[in-house]
């Protein structure tokens, strides 16, 4: 049954075509005219499946939803819902949508996450399977190395649970790349020079990674042949110092943070449905820079000519031409023309006094003969290790001992690229984890963690003899490190997981980090998302927290309602509330004066405004029944005063109603009430006299 038209209509702009399309292929399910079987091979709707829920008008989302959970039972539509971005999409998606919705949601994403029978498997992931999955006693021998097992047994084989193995990694490794011998050559001529012992030329090598290497390649080699990668490392721990030191740590981070950048560039790519093919070559699925056969024909033509100035594989650094990726691909290594057309570059450029790495990738190299894949890969990193080591190497930097504020700030960049990539590669499961590959991530993060708040701590402890320049050195500092501590922590650790898992030094630190005020003022949504963790983690610290809030906002409001120029009533009427409230703090029994003023002023209109008069009240009775003895006393002292103002022998000659008009306030039956009942039998004998 021909399906394309049907399926295409799914997309369709006008929302009537496509529930009409969508019904119809539903309808021809249900009545068994079409099978699960003839849908896993049409790409294009499982696409137009997940972009149904982006257009503006939505309807029938419950059997769409539906429908993506029945496909992805089968395992071979579940691969392919994997590669077009499912497992990303819904996951942002279930939050958008109603409860019962997000149960089917997690149904599609359980199987989605289920891998596939271990025969079915490729090398790459059986040798990564056999890495993480631990060995547990209940588990069947089964596979490979089946033992002989007794005849009289008849009993199916069971399958291995290997979805119960790992469940923290979101991405694990990227799919394998074969290098041609040049670029064997390449990676090994440039990870002996970082090795070298020669500052000049390790420094040539880092510029020669950062700005050609890395542009060149894409960045899962790295990952994938990890000697570079360990070597940069390396360069992070040299002793701290200026000088040379100083600058290869730097050209160290400028390298490891183009990296990063290159991996989730490639990471994107993977991810991105428009990139998928059903054809598994590595020109299609590997290579984000690829010739077609025609013009790679035509370029190694060209580089057979002694007098052609462009090839598909330049190997001499520095030409013009855009160089391919390696990704093994091109057909230079093939080519002896090709090589010979190289050597005879490299004998007409001109002579140089020092090597550059550069000029070591041209030189005749041993061969390197042929790669062992299965031990490469059993050496390569994941996604997840490589994040985590640049953290471990480059956080312990943020706490230099001559202090660097250049260092600090290349660092910081470096971290913030790194955390991306953590987000993309493990989640949340990782503290609940009981695999290997788990336990590791979870110990090395609370390491991390715990390294960030002992750096939290030095860099909030100033000594006594710093100079102005450090302090303020030593505050970018912190102001860098907490913001991200606190991103590290949102990316990671969910706060109703932080006080199991979250360093008692860190937990310490993240206080300090809430009560910090002008942090707070810089970055609202960061100190906002460390409460939510304080109060997870302290709950002491966190009351604490709020009291000092409320204080501290008391004190700002007393201090606005102290100076405050223009008459917004209301506004000010709130700002006497919190005044009030902070009296118990700043104690300026000033205020009392100022209140009891306008409560007289607002209640003295022949036709006054009812609110501000409620409003007003309620402050002027909040001062009558403040429960500090000074307080209550002052208010009673001024309100005798007013009274006595107001009946005075100087309104002899003014008419009665505008002699009495300022006491007003106090006839309300409510003022008489609290004054009587209450003043007059107050224990404080200054109070009764008042009254």
């Known amino acids: 049954m021909e399906l394309s038209h049907l399926i295409k209509k799914i997309g369709h702009s006008l929302v009537e075509i496509r529930v009409r399309a969508l019904k119809s292929i539903m309808c021809k399910l249900d009545h068994c005219l079409l099978s699960v079987s003839d849908l896993v091979q049409e790409r294009m709707l499982f696409v137009l499946l997940l972009e149904w829920f982006n257009f503006p008008e939505v309807p029938m989302q419950e059997e769409v939803l539906e ?61 990564f399977l056999c890495l993480v999955s631990p060995p547990e006693e209940h588990f069947p021998i089964t596979g490979y190395f089946q033992k002989s097992m007794p005849s009289h047994i008849d009993a199916p084989p069971k399958r291995i649970a290997v979805h119960d193995s790992v469940r923290c990694l979101k991405f694990s490794v990227f799919p394998w790349l074969t290098l041609t011998t040049t670029d064997r050559h390449i990676l090994s001529s440039n990870e002996s020079s970082l090795r070298s012992n020669n500052p000049n030329l390790v420094r040539t090598t880092c510029e020669l990674l950062r700005d050609v290497i890395m542009q060149d390649f894409p960045a899962e080699i790295f990952l994938q042949r990890p000697t570079i990668v360990q070597n940069l490392l390396s360069l992070l721990r040299l002793s701290s110092g200026e000088g040379e030191a100083s600058y290869l740590r730097l050209q ?6 183009q990296l990063c950048v290159g991996l989730r560039s490639r990471l994107r790519f993977h991810q991105d449905p428009s990139f998928y093919s059903a054809k598994q070559d590595p020109v299609s699925q590997n290579s984000s820079l690829s010739y077609s056969q025609e013009v790679r024909g035509t370029q190694r033509s060209q580089a057979s000519s002694p007098g052609a100035e462009c090839s598909p594989r330049p190997s001499v650094v520095g030409r013009t031409s855009q160089r391919a990726r390696g990704d093994g691909q091109d057909g230079d290594a093939a080519s002896n023309s090709g090589s010979s057309h190289r050597g005879a570059a490299v004998a ?57 504020c250049h260092l600090i700030l290349r660092v910081l960049e470096l971290l913030c690229d790194a955390v991306l990539l953590l987000g993309d590669s493990v989640c949340e499961l990782v503290w609940d984890d009981r695999s290997l590959v788990g336990m590791e991530l979870k110990e090395k993060l609370q390491a991390c963690l715990e390294l960030l708040g002992d750096i939290l ?8 003899e710093a100079t102005h320049s450090s302090l303020v050195q030593r505050r970018m500092a912190y102001t860098g490190t907490a913001v991200f501590t606190v991103k590290m922590l949102q990316t990671v650790l969910p706060p109703e997981k932080a006080s199991d898992n979250l360093p008692e ?22 100190q906002e998302a460390a409460v939510a963790y304080l ?15 409320r204080a501290a906002l008391w004190m700002e409001s007393t201090c606005i309602f102290l100076k405050e120029g223009e008459k917004n009533w209301l506004e000010l009427l709130e700002l006497a509330d919190k005044a009030i409230d902070g009296l118990p703090y700043h104690q300026h029994l000033p205020i009392i004066k100022e209140c009891i003023d306008i409560c007289s002023y607002l209640w ?29 006393t002052e208010t009673y002292i001024c309100t005798l005063n007013l009274v006595k103002d107001c009946l005075g022998i100087q309104n002899v000659s003014r008419l009665a109603s505008a002699a009495c008009s300022q006491v007003h306030f106090l006839l309300h039956h409510r003022v008489l009430y609290e004054i009587s009942a209450f003043g007059l039998q107050d224990s404080a004998e200054k109070v009764g006299c008042q009254v």
């Open 535 to 549: 109060e997870q983690v302290n709950s002491d610290g966190h009351d604490l927290y709020r009291r000092v809030t």
């Open 604 to 632: 003295k209109f022949d036709q006054p405004s009812p609110l501000l008069q409620t409003e007003s009240q309620k402050v002027f009775l909040k001062l009558l029944s403040h429960p500090l003895l000074p307080v209550k």
């Open 457 to 464: 701590s030095f860099h909030q402890s100033f000594p006594a």
């Open 252 to 257: 160290a981070l400028a390298c490891l943070r």
């Open 67 to 127: 429908l993506l959970s029945t496909l992805s039972k089968h395992p071979s539509a579940a691969q392919m819902l994997r590669d077009v971005g499912a497992v990303e999409f819904l996951t942002q998606l279930s939050p958008n949508v109603e409860p019962r919705l997000r149960a089917v949601i997690d149904g599609t994403l359980d199987q989605l996450f289920q891998l596939p029978e271990l025969k079915l498997l490729s090398v790459t992931n059986m040798v």
């Open 348 to 404: 007409q450029a001109p002579r140089q006094t020092t090597q550059s790495p550069a000029d070591v990738t041209h030189l005749e190299l041993p061969e390197l003969g042929v790669e062992d894949i299965l031990e490469l890969q059993l050496q390569q990193l994941t996604l997840a290790q490589f994040t985590v080591a640049v953290m471990e190497h480059a956080i312990p930097l943020l706490k230099t001992g001559r202090f660097c």
């Open 505 to 526: 030094n860190t937990a310490m630190a993240i206080f300090h980090l809430c009560l910090d005020t002008p942090l707070g003022s810089a970055f609202p949504s960061i």
